[in-house]
């Protein structure tokens, strides 16, 4: 028994991640009804939801508590790209819809009736300003990262005033908390073995046949995002080839996401990632909780395509300036989805209107959305926190040769 505990110390955490799928997947097919394995996937990801949010305001707070007057950061640089990605994703994604087309059909959707989409832009922004000035107990009770992470800034750029010693206590919090993170980052692969089996026993394949051309839209434009529009982005900031740098973020930090389906609850992984690359902890520990906050590339897909879907389907014809303006509102409301309750797909009725789509007809594109989520989701939290990191690289990396 010790000796297979020391071979497993051993093994690369992707490579057990790797083992947990296959496991997974087999056991999803071979007994489905044994739901306790389901279980081990529900208890992971509770546990790195639960970790968090005190994840993220205490290393915010460390971080900008350390910061001195004057000291150079990449922040800027790095929110720059950040906004910049979405939106050209979300560009992407409409080129993709006028490319391949998509009809849906409505009738055969249930519509959500037990969730209420924001009725305009304005609601968006306003529940994202109310968000912000959350009381920030109940922000971290309920996952409030927006909120969480302006408190966040608000103490930490407080604390900058106090003694040493107030700010080692701090610290002492921050390291307590990702020891915890990292204590329970280890077991997922059982966790992630968990999900697999979770997806493979209820849902198999047959849910998703019949949206396969929505979900190739979907999963294609995620992947030219990643593979195309972002090296191009990195290739002009750093004047070098930026594949092994995205390669090596897809891997070590878009496959955990893909599985957990939160980049929240990937922050973890992105800070050693970080760590492993040599960039500045005072800047990464800003800037990837930052990150799975507002850098929504993958959101602004599923926003656009869904909505572009929604278009064709009914007949109204899209001008380049309509999409145009699409791409700006589905970014701009994406750096927000993790201040609405439902997220990226509760955005779509927000776009929809834009070309006058009633809200019961957004309704059950919203619904669509659900189907498609088991693929949808994991697709877009693995490019959302994958890119973190990889921009707050690239930002870096591009300061080093000043």
């Known amino acids: 028994m010790l000796v297979m505990i020391t071979i497993w110390k051993k093994i690369d955490l992707i490579k057990k991640i790797f083992l947990g799928i296959v496991l997974g997947g087999i056991l999803g097919i071979v007994m489905p009804n044994v739901k306790v394995i389901g279980l081990l996937g529900t208890l992971f990801v509770g546990a790195l939801k639960a970790v968090a949010p005190l994840l993220v305001f205490s290393l915010v707070a460390h971080a900008l508590s350390q910061t001195q007057k004057g000291q150079k950061t990449n922040m800027k640089m790095i929110v720059f790209l950040y906004l910049l990605g979405t939106f050209a994703a979300a560009l992407v994604a409409v080129m993709a819809s ?32 109310l ?24 103490f930490g750029l407080a604390l900058r005033h106090v003694s040493n010693s107030t ?31 979770s997806t493979v026993s209820d849902n198999g394949l047959s849910a998703l046949k019949n949206y396969g051309l929505l979900l190739f839209v ?21 004047r070098t080839n930026p594949y092994p740098l995205v390669f090596q973020c897809l891997r070590e930090s878009g496959v955990t996401a893909f599985f957990t389906r939160s980049s929240a609850a990937n922050i973890p992984v992105n800070m050693k990632l970080c760590e492993k690359l040599g960039l500045d902890s005072d800047t990464y520990s800003v800037s990837i909780p930052l990150g799975a906050t507002i850098n929504m590339a993958g959101a602004a897909i599923t926003i656009n395509v869904l909505t572009m879907a929604a278009v064709h389907t009914l007949g109204v014809q899209v001008d380049f300036g309509s999409a145009f303006l699409l791409s700006i509102v589905a970014a701009l409301s994406a750096a927000g989805a ?14 929809c209107s834009l070309f006058g789509i009633p809200n019961d007809i957004a309704m059950q594109v919203v619904g669509v959305g659900f189907v ?16 973190d990191v990889l921009f707050t690289a690239v930002a870096e990396k591009s300061a080093w040769k000043k």
């Open 131 to 154: 968000n912000v000035v959350d009381n920030p107990i109940n922000a971290l009770a309920t996952a409030n990262y927006i909120g969480v992470l302006s408190w966040a800034v608000i």
């Open 338 to 351: 993790s201040g609405v309750a439902g997220g990226s797909l509760l955005l779509i009725p927000v776009a």
């Open 167 to 197: 700010k080692d206590l701090l610290k002492s919090a921050a390291e307590v908390t990702s020891k915890v993170v990292t204590w329970v980052i280890g077991m997922a692969p059982f966790g992630i073995m968990g999900l697999v089996f």
């Open 372 to 387: 498609v989520g088991v693929v949808q989701d994991s697709c877009e939290t693995a490019l959302n926190s994958s890119t």
């Open 218 to 238: 979907l999963v294609g434009s995620m992947a030219f995002v990643a593979l195309v529009i972002n090296p191009i982005i990195a290739l002009l900031v750093m």
């Open 98 to 129: 006028y490319l391949f087309p998509i009809n849906l059909i409505l009738s055969d959707v249930t519509a959500k009736t037990d969730i209420t989409p924001p009725q305009g832009v304005g609601q968006v922004f306003q529940t994202l300003l």
